[in-house]
């Protein structure tokens, strides 16, 4: 997800949406998630995958939690990708990702369906250089070593801009590297660059040297997900209870826009994150985003990170992305390529 902290160590704590489009990190403890606590009441009860500083967080700053007419039982996952088998393997009913890790796991067969998406700015996607850095184009990565993790959306992001600069992967030696050893391979010189989401751009930026030497922004679709069991969208009680979830966490993504500092701080209390580079990560990505419908363009889009795996030979084969799509709440909402929410001038 993304990578945060110099040189002692740093606070790499996942986060939720965006880490979500992280790929490839381990599991939360044990076999799956780990228990975080139940709210609400009834005899009905959501298995809700998060992750650090998530869903969870987001829905009780915004006091979405408040009056919940069914239990919601959380479970903590360290990314995107273990949340997903959590919800293959039957033990989560839904959890919020990335656009990459669904890529993966659809690949992989998993049983699951996307059932509501977010349109975010994509400025906290980075390919990052250090200050003294002589790189000072896209292009000029050719023969340079870079840290990146493998399946994750800043994987894409990063395929996608050297594809755009009319390089391909094979121009550039890739580290894959999750967060944590990418910044101490970054911080310590033994990469050129490093491509990687936020809060780890944010944080690089304000405490590890950083530079960015080119953004998301125009290259990936910005898109994350809500992810379902399909059994729990076929029990009437389950798919109720979803729809209701959903709007709920529409309600606290606006209350996150107009309230950032408060966000922030909650954010950087749940996470460990210093509250500037909380805060500084929700007015440049995360505090943006805006809830879309999954509709034909956002399942074009995701088929291009699909085909651009394939040709990679990054995941065995291509695949139709649309038919782990399940759009039945969609409802009103506005297209997928709505524009983004804004706090003005990118930090």
Request: overall charge positive.
């Amino acid at each position: 997800m993304r990578a945060r902290h110099i040189a002692p160590v740093v606070l790499l704590f996942p986060f939720t949406l965006l880490l979500a489009a992280c790929g490839g990190a381990s599991r939360a403890e044990g076999a799956g998630g780990t228990g975080s606590g139940t709210d609400g009441k009834g005899s009905l009860t959501l298995n809700v995958g998060d992750q650090k500083g998530g869903s969870e967080a987001l829905l009780r700053a915004a006091g979405e939690l408040d009056d919940l007419p069914y239990k919601i039982k959380w479970s903590t996952f360290t990314s995107g990708p273990p949340l997903l088998e959590g919800i293959n393997a039957g033990a989560v009913d839904v959890g919020a990702v990335g656009n990459t890790p669904p890529v993966f796991a659809a690949a992989a067969k998993s049983k699951i369906k996307i059932i509501a998406g977010t349109h975010s700015r994509s400025d906290g996607e980075t390919v990052l250089v250090k200050k003294d850095s002589p790189l000072k184009r896209p292009a000029q990565l050719k023969g340079k070593s870079i840290a990146v993790a493998q399946g994750s959306s800043a994987h894409y992001q990063l395929i996608a801009s050297l594809k755009k600069a009319g390089l391909s992967p094979k121009d550039v030696t890739l580290n894959y590297l999750q967060p944590a050893d990418a910044l101490a391979a970054f911080t310590r010189g033994k990469v050129d660059a490093w491509a990687v989401w936020d809060p780890y751009t944010s944080q690089a930026l304000d405490q590890a040297g950083a530079r960015v030497l080119t953004t998301g922004q125009g290259v990936v679709n910005g898109l994350s997900f809500q992810v379902a069991a399909p059994a729990a969208l076929d029990d009437k009680k389950k798919s109720a209870a979803l729809k209701d979830y959903t709007g709920r966490l529409r309600r606290a993504q606006d209350w996150v826009f107009k309230h950032p500092e408060a966000w922030a701080k909650a954010w950087a209390k749940e996470t460990g994150l210093p509250e500037k580079v909380a805060l500084d990560a929700v007015r440049r990505t995360r505090g943006t985003a805006v809830a879309v419908a999954v509709d034909k363009a956002a399942i074009a889009s995701e088929q291009q990170i699909v085909d651009s795996f394939a040709a990679l030979k990054l995941i065995p084969r291509s695949y139709d992305f649309g038919s782990f799509v399940d759009p039945r709440f969609n409802g009103d909402l506005p297209p997928s390529g709505t524009a983004p929410r804004t706090y003005g001038k990118a930090h």
